[in-house]
C-alpha cells in the first residue's frame, strides 16, 4: 500500500498508503476474508458430504454454502488483490511484492470451482416440476 517498491517517479504515487494503522486494518480485513471463505467451504463440503446419497434436488439445495464461499474468495483474490492492489496500488510494478500470478491461480481455481458446482445434474432435467408451481411463458 506504500508503493515503495513501485517504478521510480511513478505519478501513481498519490494512492499511497503510509498510515501503519491503516496497513494492519487492510491485513486483518484480508485475514477476516480468507477465514470467513475457508469456514464457508467447509460448512459447504460437510453439507454436501451429508446430502451425496440424496436426490438431486436435495444435494443441490446443499451447495449453498460452497457457492457462497467461492464467490466470497473470488471477490476477495479477483477485486482485493488483482483490482485493488494490482491496480490502484501498482503492484505489477513491484518486482518484491507482486502477487499477481498467485492471485490469478487462486480466483481462476476457485471460479474453476463455483462453475462446476453450479452445473445442473442430469437427474434434475428428468425431474418432473414441483407440483403446484407453473414455469413462465
Known amino acids: 500500500m506504500s508503493m515503495d517498491t513501485t517504478f521510480p517517479g511513478n505519478t501513481l504515487m498519490y494512492r ?17 476474508a480468507e477465514i470467513v471463505a475457508g469456514l464457508l467451504f467447509l460448512a459447504g463440503a460437510w453439507r454436501l458430504w451429508q446430502a ?21 474468495a473470488f471477490l476477495l483474490w479477483f477485486f482485493g ?31 474453476a470451482v463455483l462453475i462446476f458446482l453450479v452445473l445442473p445434474d442430469g437427474e434434475l432435467a428428468d425431474a418432473p416440476a414441483p407440483s403446484g408451481k407453473k414455469g413462465r411463458r
Open 81 to 111: 488483490f488483482m483490482v485493488i492492489a494490482g491496480e490502484w496500488f501498482a503492484m505489477w510494478q513491484s518486482k518484491a511484492w507482486n502477487a499477481q500470478q498467485s492471485a490469478f491461480r487462486l480466483y481462476l481455481t476457485v471460479l
Open 16 to 32: 499511497a498508503i503510509t498510515s501503519p494503522a491503516a496497513f494492519q486494518l487492510a491485513f486483518a480485513l484480508i485475514i477476516a
Open 52 to 72: 451425496r446419497l440424496a436426490p438431486a434436488v436435495t444435494f443441490n439445495a446443499a451447495k449453498t454454502y460452497v457457492v457462497a464461499g467461492a464467490l466470497f
